[in-house]
């Protein structure tokens, strides 16, 4: 889900978590190494649910998107970390539900009982509020990207198209996850005959800005 960190670099241990300022993230790096700072304006996290079981035509899919990514990224030392919290996301915006190719817009009585759903048995939003990413560079060109969900850590192995200048990183790919995989039992009704996959598309598209050297 990190696609930042395609720049050359060697594999640091764990940097300053999002909630620290760019020098605690800068202290952890190599003298002069560059830090940028994840841009929430133009960064997104987009996330496709499908619908499953026998009375699926009459369920809708849907897309909950977060605009609100904070963090870090220092290229040089092969490091990211990036989080942003369940409910500030979106659910069914146009324009994600277009990206995803789903052409149908669900009422916004079905999107106020999906966000419900979503937040309250689904994530426990309030228990669990934080998703959390920490990045690393692998010898073989992908990110090894721990993801901290629901309060369980998975480690996955991501390729990404990733571009790194001067003034900023930005990257953009696809994963899939399960659900299951970090202790979530997808939403169903009526004894599974109306459900949601296990598996989730995410598509990414983050944008990190350089921080000034003494930056807060």
């Known amino acids: 889900m990190l696609a930042l960190l395609a720049a050359c670099g060697q594999l640091a241990?764990?940097?300053?978590?999002?909630?620290?300022?760019?020098?605690?993230?800068?202290a952890g790096t190599t003298p002069g190494?560059?830090?940028y700072a994840v841009d929430p304006h133009a960064s997104l996290v987009a996330v496709t649910?499908?619908?499953a079981g026998l009375m699926a035509r009459l369920g809708h899919d849907h897309?909950?998107?977060?605009?609100?990514?904070?963090?870090f990224i220092a290229p040089d030392a092969g490091s990211a970390d990036v989080?942003?919290?369940?409910?500030?996301?979106?659910?069914?915006?146009p324009l994600q539900l277009r990206e995803a190719g789903i052409d149908k817009q669900p009422s916004a009585q079905a999107v106020e009982g999906?966000?419900?759903?979503m937040l309250g048995p689904v994530l426990d939003a309030q228990r669990y509020p934080l998703v959390t990413m920490h990045a690393?560079?692998?010898?073989?060109?992908?990110?090894?990207?721990?993801?901290?969900?629901?309060?369980?850590?998975?480690?996955?192995?991501?390729?990404a198209t990733v571009q790194v200048d001067a003034a900023q990183v930005s990257a953009r790919g696809t994963a899939r996850l399960k659900q299951t995989d970090f202790g979530i039992t997808p939403f169903s009704v009526g004894g599974g005959l109306l459900s949601v996959q296990d598996e989730l598309e995410v598509r990414y598209h983050i944008v990190a800005r350089r921080s000034r050297p003494d930056g807060p």
């Open 13 to 26: 241990p764990p940097a300053p978590g999002p909630g620290a300022g760019p020098g605690a993230y800068r």
């Open 33 to 35: 190494a560059a830090v």
């Open 49 to 51: 649910v499908r619908r």
């Open 63 to 71: 897309v909950v998107a977060s605009h609100t990514l904070a963090g």
């Open 83 to 93: 989080s942003f919290r369940l409910d500030q996301m979106t659910v069914d915006e």
């Open 114 to 117: 999906t966000r419900t759903n």
């Open 136 to 159: 690393q560079r692998q010898a073989d060109g992908r990110l090894g990207v721990a993801i901290t969900l629901h309060g369980v850590t998975r480690s996955l192995a991501l390729p």
